[in-house]
């Protein structure tokens, strides 16, 4: 999937959220020098039309320090892919987000 496909997908999925809470979890941050990553865990707590679950999100984010810190990059992964409801999958549910507008 091309990445404004995907984008789509995310802008349409989140435009249907009714309720939802984010909670940080596990944070580390580790420096050393002009450098820096931060890892963590996000919890969301989604209701999306009728269905509500809760999806958990692992990060890595990398700063470095010039004048300021700054982010140099970032990833962000499912922390348990096999329990995402079918629905979030942009690939096998296109029709349900195309519909459901």
């Given at each position: 999937m091309d990445s404004k496909t995907a984008?789509?997908?995310e802008r349409?999925?989140?435009c249907q959220v009714k309720r939802g809470e984010l909670s940080?979890?596990?944070i580390s941050v580790?420096?050393?020098g002009n450098f820096a990553y931060v890892t963590l865990?996000?919890?969301?707590?989604i209701t999306l039309l009728s269905n509500s679950f809760v999806t958990r999100?692992?990060?890595t984010i990398i700063?470095?320090?010039r004048r300021s810190w700054e982010i140099v990059?970032?990833?962000w992964s499912s922390a348990d892919p096999e329990e995402l409801p079918e629905f979030l999958n942009p690939i096998k549910d296109e029709e349900f987000l195309i519909h459901s507008n």
């Open positions: 984008l789509e997908h349409k999925l989140w940080l979890d596990d580790q420096v050393s865990l996000l919890s969301n707590s999100t692992r990060a700063f470095r320090k990059h970032e990833h």
